[in-house]
């Protein structure tokens, strides 16, 4: 089984998107083939300087090393250093309605916001088919927002095979250059709570993040938004944002003894925030140290990116050669 996935180098990663994605990579690790990527061509599209550029796409590699993805286990790669990428979105592209694109929910927020929209905001969908399709992937994990994405997906397949390979079968998926992935929708990870109880978003700058300095993790977890019951009075566990991120950390006999504290009263919400940035630091710390020691090995992390892309490559030119052999460019 080949499983593949992508985050996109946009910014520096949260708790949402460790408890929501990320983890689900490395817990799959050991189940199949993993091609885990930077997807550095979708983040150009948003991050519009070199330097940034550069510093966010090695910064998701770190991330992924010091969290714990293995690159003895899993080919860890840059999206745009596999160029195949780039043609197969373009011949996929060929076969795209624009209706299916106009439809998209990225495209439809932008232009509902009034924003500029630009073709690489239009055509993403078109490069995240060909980034899944590029490896014959079997599995893809993703977050439930991307769902739109992965049906769009498997349709240019289907259109792609339909079109070009006289023995595809719409019916079992068989006989087609192109495989048919399937999507494994996270659906049981709850949406992560942010320091003011909406979903934990860059945009809503409400996060916790798991690689920033020891200072300012505090200062996230300090920030938290409660109510004003003084800390004498019993306190609701299940309205609370902190119990919420506690959630996360605690196992279940933990959990059970910090809500009866909250419910007898006597504990503050400062109380249960030191509680909440311990766990943070028993959970995160291995991985932040790691981190910072790798940020000291830079070509380390280069050459790992480098070898992660000529065995991506590999198997992105076979596929791609049959692609083109398919439609007859070669
Ligand atoms: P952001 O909302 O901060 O911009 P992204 O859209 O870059 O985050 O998220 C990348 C992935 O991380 C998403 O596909 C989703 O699976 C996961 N994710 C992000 N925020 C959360 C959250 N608050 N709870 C659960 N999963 C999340
Ligand atoms: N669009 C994904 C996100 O925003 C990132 C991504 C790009 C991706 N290409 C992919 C995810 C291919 C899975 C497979 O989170």
Redesign the pocket.
Known sequence: MRILSG??S??RP?L??Y???IRQFIGLQPKGEGYYFVADLHALDTVRDADTMRDLSLGVALDYLALGLDPAQCTLFKQSDVPEVSELMWILGTVTPMGQLQRAHGYKDAVAKGKDVDFGLFSYPVLMAADILLYRSDVVP?????AQHLELTRDLAVKFNMTYCKDFDPETGEGGALKLPESMI?ED??????TDGR?????YDN?IKLFDTDKQIKKSIMRIVTDSTPVEHPKDPDSCNVYALLKLFCDEAELAEVAARYRAGGTGYGDFKKLLLERFHDMFGAARARRAELEQDPDYVRDVLAQGAAHARQTARAVLDDVQEACGLR
């Open positions: 985050v996109k946009t910014g949260h949402g998107n408890f929501g994605a993703v977050g439930k927002d991307q996270l990870v709850a949406v992560v709570p942010g979903k934990m978003s860059k945009s996060t």
